[in-house]
């Protein structure tokens, strides 16, 4: 696993969470950059063979991102503290969503055949009173093909603009100025990555 910058001092963080407090990004961005290795410690307890170690430290980084937006200097605690709560919470949702989505059924799933050969899928026989059930079926899977590819085709960043940006995976959804302040990068580049993502999913589509 790649090397990060080392913790903060408790009086370090202390400086720094003033900073950010009087309205200071760069101090944000210390904030989450010296705290990286905390994400890269509690993904270790969820790595296995099936998970890519880079996904769970995106996902870790959205975890580590919010507990510094949200964090409270003045209680009790300190950021690691509260951050190691909401990374392990992030990466959490992100696999229970992931062990749902890997157990769903296509419905044309071939099932059997006919008494004439033909291929039967689950799709023919489910009985339905809505004119649009066949359209539904069809939105199912390409909500399942979209997430697929945005986990297989997109880089991590892309990844992580895309989640916030359109709310994938239970993510709040942000403004692409939002996103740009959360990350420490400019509008234009936030709008750039997404455009990016978006073009190469299409091509599925």
Do not use: W
Not at 2 to 22: I, R
Not at 46 to 70: C, F, M, N, P
Not at 78 to 104: D, F
């Amino acid at each position: 696993m790649k090397s990060f910058p080392s913790p903060l001092t408790a009086a370090e963080e202390q400086y720094y969470l003033q900073k950010y407090t009087e309205g200071d990004l760069e101090a944000k961005h210390i904030l989450i950059e010296r705290n990286l290795r905390l994400v890269a410690h509690i993904v270790r307890k969820y790595q296995t063979a099936d998970e890519d170690t880079e996904d769970l430290l995106s996902i870790g980084t959205i975890g580590l991102i919010k507990a510094v937006v949200t964090f409270n200097p003045d209680k009790s605690v300190r950021l690691g503290t509260y951050a190691a709560r909401c990374i392990e919470n992030e990466i959490l949702m992100y696999l229970r969503t992931k062990k749902k989505s890997s157990k769903e059924i296509s419905l044309y799933e071939p099932i059997g055949t006919d008494r004439e050969g033909n291929e039967i899928q689950l799709f023919d026989i489910i009985e339905s009173q809505n004119d649009d059930a066949h359209e539904k079926v069809m939105l199912g899977d390409d909500i399942r093909l979209l997430y697929s590819k945005v986990e297989s085709v997109l880089s991590p960043r892309e990844r992580l603009v895309l989640k916030m940006r359109y709310g994938l995976y239970n993510e709040e959804e942000y403004t692409q100025r939002e996103i740009a302040r959360q990350l420490g990068i400019s509008r234009s580049y936030v709008s750039r990555i997404e455009k990016s993502a978006i073009e190469k999913l299409r091509a599925y589509f």
